[in-house]
Structures are given as C-alpha cells and as structure tokens.
C-alpha cells in the first residue's frame, strides 16, 4: 500500500511528545512489512535554519515552489525533503517562513491558520510529485483540516475523490477549535457540527466525523473515550462512530530506545547484566548534585508538566517519599517543562528537598534517555493517557513505572509482574502503589530483579501494531 503520514511532530525533527515518536517510527514499521510509506510535516525554523546552514538532516530542496490556493489568495511554499533516519523512508517538509519560522511549534494565535495552509498544501504537494497513495493518515488535530477538505472541497477534483482516509486521535484534549472564517480560508462548504458552537469550528470533531476510519493509540482509551468522562465533549459523536473507531497501542522504536546501545549513557547494559545500569544511576546522581547512592532509591519523572499527568496528586506524594514515610531514604528527579503551577511545584519542592531532589525544568532529549537508564523507579499517574511512551521506555531500560491504570497506562503495565498500578486518581491511592514498590525494593530484590526482566524483555517493539494499521487502511474505503 502506499501510505501517505501527515503530522505536525516527527522525530527526530520537531518533537514535543508522543506524537512524535509515534509519526517518526510507525512509519519504518510500515516500510519493514514491504508499504510505501511518505510523511509530510511542517518545515519549522530549526528545520529551515539548519538546512541553509550546516544541514545536520541532510536535506534537499524540490525545485520551483508550490502554488497553495487559499481564500486569501494563492500564496507559495517551498519544499524540503529528506529521509527518516535509519531508514529510506521520505519525509517532505512544507516550508512557509512567515508560519513556520517561529520560536515554537504551537501556541500562536493563527494556529488553526498555520496548520489548514500545511494541510492544504500537502495536496498540492501530491501533485508536483504526482503520487497517488492509497490512504491519507492524518494525525491529531493539525492534520484534521486535510480530511475535512478531502470530504468536502475535495471532492469535486477527481485526483482526490477515490482518496480515503484514516485519523489517529493521540490526545483528545487537544481540539484545535477556529472561528468559522477559517472554512473561507480553506475555500470549502459544510454545514455546523452539534459539537461545535455557532461561528466556531472544531478541528478534533471535523477528523472524527469526516475521515473513512478514526483510531487512538489504546484499547482501553478507545473504550474510555466514548463515555462523558474521558470524552472532552466530543462523546457522542465517537459512539456515533460505532464499528469505525479502533484502538491500536504504540509501539516504541526499539532500535533507538535500548540501553545496550543508546549512545549517550555511561555504560550499556541488559536484561541479563545490570552493572552498567548502576553506572548510569551514579551518572545520573552526578549530574542532579545527588550523593552517590547505590541502594537508595532514584525515583523519576519524564513528563510535560500538564494536567494530564496528574501532577495535582503528586506533588504530595514526592513529599511523603522524601520525608521517608516509606521507611527508608529515597531520591527524585524530574525533568519537564509546561504549566507554571508545577514548574512552581517542583521547583519548590526541590528547594525544600536540596539533598534529595532535583528538577529540571526543561525539555532535554538526552538527559531524558539518561534518566530512564539511570532511574529505578518511574511514575505516571496520568489523570487520562492515550497510550504513553513513557512507561514502555522505561520498562525497556528497567525503571519499573508506578502508574495509574488507565488509558495506555492499564494496556502495559501489569501490576506486580512488569510495575505496580493504581486506580483511583487520589493522593493516597498512588501513594499506597509506589509504597508497595518500594517496599519490594528495600526488601526483596529477587523479586524487583524479575520485575525489572519482565519489563526489559516485554515486546514494545511496533510490529503487532503496524499490521493492525495495515488492517485498517485496508477496510478504509473512500
Ligand atoms: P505525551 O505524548 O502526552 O507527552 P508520552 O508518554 O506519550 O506523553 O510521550 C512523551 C515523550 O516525550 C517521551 O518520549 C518522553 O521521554 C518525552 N518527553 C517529555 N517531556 C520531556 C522533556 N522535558 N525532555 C525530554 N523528553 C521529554
């Protein structure tokens, strides 16, 4: 099949969570079971500033430009293309300096703007590489606007009437919500959704209710997401999608995530041989100003710092832990940016906790990859979690996550066999379940020795799941 990828996040290139990883490695997946997979993305300012200067990705220029009509004229974008790294897999990059050459990724007030023109533009990028694929894959609500103009303006152009199309909900909190000017913009005719209030569109339903297929990243999330409480007010509209809405777990690239070969830790190790993973500890203690501590236990969290990530119940429980309400000394590390409450948080807290505690509040990939090698415990105890990368990748380097049992979270992690898990969203409940881990690791390391094999030989690894996808591309039909 040929596999058309539309996301605002790829990685390695422009990465603020999940997205990312899911749009940087489901694709080689794709390509390992013989599909012919293309990803088109936003060329951001470090993208287009690096390519004209050292060009680290090894990027191209298409020749000429493109022409993206649009309700305020036709306006042009160049096109950068190179390939996902590890694998010939192309990636096109919709080069656009006045909407893309900014600071972040997000978090302007054009954006709906931004990403309909990306979204416009892809096709008009299909046209100059005249590539027909067999499905458009669109990710997240950035990508949304490509599917509603496929259901509606696309139409009438018989190039794209036969093109079906698949939407992958990564998190449904995210809406993308544009005043209805934005369907002139976008040169198309529809009518109003319920879920949308008069005058407003709502990028997130316009992808639920035009595309051919709609799937999120879990099982369990795919259930949780059709009830009030996990729906975002967008509920019903996904019961009304019945058969049509799937939930396939991610999978991590376990070529980049393995600790017997990630380049940037102290010392490699693996299931069978952990010395180098008490090495990566003491590097990881070095680094936060931490005494070197071997049997003490180095707790962490890789998070955005979001309301998502149920930073409102743990604030409490990282206090209990460093007053020893366990019984025995612990330490803790967190590395995150986001919300300034919780920036405030642990920034507090580390203030309070000078000797024990450390907080990075930023966002640093490689320090990421050193805290999951050097961390002997993991917490996640997201309010919601579509699928979460984070507990797979540090099950794979043998931190042992302590996570709410929801979403994602309740798909990976077994309680007592790979991590420990809890229920209800409350102080006491996650405290209750990093306790119990705790306790395992004072006093039975056989025991957290297992845990910790289970998790590191678990499969995480895409295969399953890319099949699934090809199963579903296949009973899309346009
Ligand atoms: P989400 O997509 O909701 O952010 P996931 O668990 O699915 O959550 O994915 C998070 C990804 O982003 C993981 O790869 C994690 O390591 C990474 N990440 C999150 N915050 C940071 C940070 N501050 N620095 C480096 N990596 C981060």
Same mark, same amino acid.
């Given at each position: ?145 490509? @599917?509603?103009? /496929? =259901?509606?303006? %696309? !139409? ?9 199309? +698949?939407? &992958? @909900?990564?998190? /449904? =909190?995210?809406? %993308? !919500? ?9 040169? +198309?005719? &529809? ?288």
């Amino acid at each position: 099949m040929k596999i058309l990828f539309l996301s605002a996040e790829v990685a390695p290139f422009a990465k603020t969570g999940g997205l990312a990883d899911v749009c940087g490695s489901l694709p080689k997946a794709l390509h390992a079971l013989g599909h012919e997979v293309r990803v088109v993305m936003p060329a951001y300012r470090p993208i287009e500033h690096g390519y004209h200067t050292d060009n680290p990705f090894g990027l191209a220029a298409l020749p000429g430009e493109l022409r993206v009509p649009t309700g305020a004229g036709t306006f042009p974008a160049g096109v950068l293309h190179g390939r996902l790294p590890g694998s010939p897999v192309p990636v096109y990059f919709i080069a656009e300096w006045n909407l893309f050459g900014r600071e972040k990724i997000y978090g302007y007030e054009d954006d709906p703007y931004r990403f309909a023109f990306f979204s416009r533009a892809v096709f008009e990028l299909l046209a100059a590489l005249d590539w027909h694929p067999d499905v458009l894959h669109a990710h997240d609500w950035h990508a949304a606007p490509a @599917i509603t103009w /496929l =259901a509606t303006a %696309g !139409q009438s152009d018989p190039r794209w009437r036969n093109l079906p199309s +698949l939407y &992958t @909900i990564h998190n /449904l =909190a995210y809406q %993308g !919500q544009a005043r209805w000017e934005i369907f002139d913009y976008l040169q +198309l005719l &529809t009518h109003s959704l319920a879920e949308e209030p008069y005058g407003w569109v709502n990028f997130m339903a316009r992808g639920i209710y035009h595309a051919n297929q709609v799937n999120t990243v879990s099982p369990t999330y795919a259930r949780e997401i059709t009830t009030p409480e996990f729906g975002e007010g967008l509920d019903r509209l996904l019961r009304a999608r019945g058969p049509d809405l799937h939930g396939i777990l991610n999978g991590i690239d376990t070529g980049f995530w393995n600790p017997a070969s990630d380049p940037v830790l102290a010392q490699h190790y693996h299931a069978d041989d952990l010395a180098g993973k008490a090495a990566c500890k003491r590097d990881l203690q070095a680094r936060a100003g931490l005494p070197q501590r071997e049997n003490v236990p180095l707790v962490a969290m890789v998070t955005r710092l979001t309301g998502q990530k149920g930073l409102d119940i743990t604030g409490h429980v990282i206090h209990k832990l460093l007053n020893n309400h366990a019984g025995d000394e612990a330490q803790f590390v967190v590395l995150g940016t986001g919300d300034a409450e919780y920036e405030a948080m642990f920034g507090h807290l580390a203030g309070y906790h000078r000797r024990k505690m450390t907080a990075w509040l930023k966002y640093d990939a490689q320090l990421a990859q050193r805290i999951y090698a050097g961390a002997d415990i993991f917490l996640m105890p997201s309010r919601f979690e579509p699928c979460g990368l984070g507990q797979m990748i540090a099950m794979r380097y043998g931190a042992v996550p302590v996570v709410r049992a929801t979403g994602g979270l309740a798909d990976t992690v077994q309680h007592e066999h790979t991590g420990f898990t809890f229920t209800e969203y409350s102080t006491a409940a996650f405290w209750r379940a990093l306790d119990q881990a705790l306790q395992v690791y004072y006093h039975d390391k056989t025991r957290w020795r297992e845990i910790q094999r289970n998790g590191m030989t678990a499969d995480f690894s895409w295969e399953k799941s890319a099949r699934a996808y090809v199963r579903v591309y296949a009973g899309c039909k346009a």
